[in-house]
């Protein structure tokens, strides 16, 4: 079993980057697929970020291509979040799903077994 924490969330500026990561204590990351997935007030849970488990292969929501970057090393899954937008604001949470496949990734939150607890980002305009 992995558990993982995410941490780097915070209150930012429109226009700003940020960097989260989520760590895993128990297990490395090397047999799973990893994700970022995102709950707004209000709203329901959005994928964000999806990244396979050799990392060679990752997919993204369309409203966030080209600003936002996952990767991971053996035990840290990272999203790198640039330019920022007060539609990004949410608890962002990492998603982890054993995975024999080393290029498939997961789009969808009942893949995933284990989950952080979430970080919250808000972004002001």
């Known amino acids: 079993q992995v558990q993982l924490v995410e941490s780097g969330g915070g209150l930012v500026q429109a226009g700003d980057s940020r960097r989260l990561s989520c760590a895993a204590s128990?297990?490395?990351?090397?047999?799973?697929?990893m994700g970022w997935f995102r709950q707004a007030p209000g709203k329901e849970r959005e994928f964000v970020a999806a990244?396979?488990?050799?990392?060679?292969r990752s997919y993204y929501v369309e409203s966030v291509k080209g600003r936002f970057t996952i990767s991971k090393d053996t035990n840290t899954l990272y999203l790198q979040m640039s330019s920022l937008k007060p539609e990004d604001t949410a608890v962002y949470y990492c998603?982890?799903?054993?995975?024999?496949?080393?290029?498939?990734?997961?789009?969808?939150?009942?893949?995933?077994?284990?989950w952080g607890q979430g970080t919250q980002v808000t972004v002001s305009s």
């Open positions: 998603a982890a799903k054993l995975s024999s496949s080393g290029t498939y990734f997961y789009v969808t939150s009942s893949d995933y077994y284990f």
């Open positions: 128990g297990r490395t990351f090397s047999s799973y697929s």
């Open positions: 990244i396979s488990r050799s990392g060679e």
